[in-house]
């Protein structure tokens, strides 16, 4: 399977040649088992980008978007994904209902006056609206993909996909631990007693992209907003047996120089509880091959 990353920020996009390395587009991650279907997870800015290049590759029929929750960074850009104004494509769009009962009229909400000009009424492509529920476990072309819900304000949904022996797990806007303070065996006890769901969801994987979000000194100041410190994840990780981490969800403040600090930590932290997780920083326009 092949990983593009086409958005890697959290909360709002940035730009500035302070932001070049990493980009500053929001939440949106591609993942392609084979050349002709698309997996979309989350619908950022980030999105906008990856339909354009849908398009340029010309090989893609299928196309599925996987949608954590309805936060604002996670669905800004479902309006200027291209394929939906194409006739060739077929799209299903997944996600877990919240206030209202289908993902059909939250997309309404999303794509429509008087948030935008146009409706899906406008979509060309054939569009089909899938409600999940937590715990769901389902094939799409010999795809499994799996749901766990994660912690998060308002429900939010964390994704595995799993094909040929190969497994991918994203998790963003997730806080594992509400507490600047800890020690590090503290930091293992409490992951260890709080999140065995979540170790299992990611138990052996093969790629683990988590939430990233904040620097373990910036934290306290946003402890209960929703994200994780670097610590957090990569002890998720190292209990959870995960061959690679990948940062991501970075808080819009966060310059080039900064993310490189955050990657150097975690890798620094991975040493010192002798885990063998690999630490990167994702960045918008990365490829990664499993």
């Known amino acids: ?110 794509i429509g006056p008087p948030f935008f000009t146009l409706t899906k009424e406008n979509f060309k492509a054939k569009i089909l609206f899938k409600n999940l529920s937590i715990g769901d476990v389902f094939n799409i072309n010999g795809v499994i993909v799996s749901t766990i819900k994660v912690n998060h304000p308002d429900p939010t949904l964390g994704y595995k996909i799993i094909y040929k022996n190969q497994t991918i797990v994203y998790i963003t806007d997730n806080e594992l631990i509400q507490n600047n303070q800890l020690s590090l065996d503290n930091i293992e006890k409490v992951i260890r007693e709080k999140h065995v769901d979540l170790i299992e969801f990611c138990k052996n994987a093969d790629v683990l992209i988590h939430d990233t979000s904040y620097d373990i000194d910036d934290y306290n100041e946003r402890i209960g907003w929703g994200h994780s410190n670097i610590y957090s994840a990569v002890m998720l990780g190292h209990l959870a047996k995960v061959k690679k981490l990948y940062l991501f969800h970075y808080d819009p403040s966060y310059d080039d120089n900064k993310i490189d600090t955050l990657l150097n930590k975690t890798q620094k932290f991975s040493k010192k509880i002798n885990g063998r997780i690999e630490c990167y920083a994702s960045s918008d326009y990365m490829e990664v091959e499993i």
């Not at 932001?19 to 989350?42: A, R």
């Not at 090989?59 to 104004?85: N, R």
């Open 1 to 110: 399977m092949k990983i593009k990353f086409w958005g890697t920020r959290g909360s709002i996009p940035v730009n500035g040649k302070e932001f070049c390395k990493y980009g500053g587009n929001t939440s949106s991650v591609e993942i392609l088992p084979s050349e002709n279907i698309s997996f979309i997870l989350d619908a950022g800015s980030g999105i906008r980008n990856a339909g354009i290049d849908i398009i340029k590759r010309k090989e893609v029929e299928k196309i599925f978007i996987f949608l954590s929750h309805f936060h604002t960074d996670h669905i800004v850009g479902l309006p200027f994904f291209t394929p939906f104004y194409k006739e060739n494509y077929s799209i299903n769009i997944f996600g877990l209902p919240y206030i209202y009962n289908t993902i059909e009229k939250i997309v309404d909400l999303i």
